[in-house]
């Protein structure tokens, strides 16, 4: 019961959560659900909304961007969420990226959205797949977009990863 309280004050904060909606769109294939470990060390339903998005925000350079997390096992499509960025906001484009850091995960190729993902336009985000890593370690990552007009934008954020529930 704690624990929904304590959810509910950080999504009132804007702290929580951040995903797509139950079904909504950007959902591709439905809803997936974890479970979760709490402070009592039982087990919880996680949200459906987590999150496999970082988004611009020119403070998460200061905090080394939002985290995210992931089971080792994963093996998944992440977003880096650029709308919120002035110059995509005036019209410019995105024409590619590259990942930064991240040693020890296996990171595939950048692309720039074909079409909507996790609540992103398409057009407005780049999507690239990571697997690998190992679980209890927290991985410094950075997307470096470049823009239209040959300038590049970067968000920073933090994959961390989680022992897989079967072990």
């Not at 959810?7 to 959902?27: E, H, K, V, Y």
């Amino acid at each position: 019961m704690v624990g929904g309280w304590i959810n509910a004050f950080l999504n009132l904060l804007g702290l929580g959560g951040g995903g797509s909606a139950p079904g909504g769109p950007g959902t591709p294939g439905g809803v997936f659900r974890r479970a979760l470990p709490t402070w009592d060390r039982s087990i919880e339903r996680a949200p459906s909304t987590w999150s496999r998005t970082w988004r611009y925000d020119p403070m998460a350079l200061a905090t080394e961007g939002v985290a995210v997390v992931a089971a080792e096992s994963d093996d998944r499509d992440y977003g880096f969420d650029l709308s919120r960025c002035p110059e995509i906001r005036a019209g410019l484009t995105i024409t590619g990226g590259a990942i930064l850091g991240g040693s020890g995960l296996t990171i595939g190729a950048v692309s720039v959205l074909a079409e909507d993902f996790d609540d992103i336009l398409a057009g407005e985000g780049l999507v690239v797949r990571i697997s690998g890593g190992t679980g209890g370690t927290t991985y410094k990552l950075a997307c470096r977009a470049t823009l239209s007009n040959g300038r590049k934008v970067t968000v920073p954020g933090r994959l961390v990863k989680v022992r897989d529930y079967d072990s």
